[in-house]
């Protein structure tokens, strides 16, 4: 077996449940998750379809899921705000502040 073909895909994957374990709160962690495996369907297809090895396109789907998803609320893009002291906060509809990690 070639474990350098494995390395990229491997260290996506990482990447990707680190991404998703990073969520503050169950629902988050969940929608994440989802996201991200949304991610790895698309891209295992799109990584079959062109080509090219639909391990590594999972992986790689996984990891713009979970991002993606984790950018997003609601369909809309957050607001990103800075505090002024280097950290950066967005708002939800309910006026609460939650930390960009």
């Known amino acids: 077996m070639n474990t350098s073909r494995l390395t ?3 260290l996506i994957a990482v990447a990707a449940a680190l991404t998703v374990g990073c969520a503050s709160d169950s ?3 969940r929608e994440d998750g989802r996201n991200a495996a949304v991610g790895a369907v698309g891209g295992a297809v799109i990584g079959a379809v062109t080509g090219g090895d639909a391990l590594t396109g999972a992986a790689i789907g ?3 899921g979970a991002v993606i998803g984790r950018l997003m609320v609601d369909g809309r893009e957050r607001q990103v705000y800075s505090d002024g002291r280097g950290g950066r906060y967005w ?3 309910d006026g609460r502040r ?3 990690r």
């Open 27 to 29: 629902r988050q962690r």
């Open 91 to 93: 708002v939800d509809e």
């Open 62 to 64: 996984a990891v713009a």
């Open 98 to 100: 939650h930390t960009v």
């Open 8 to 10: 990229a895909p491997l």
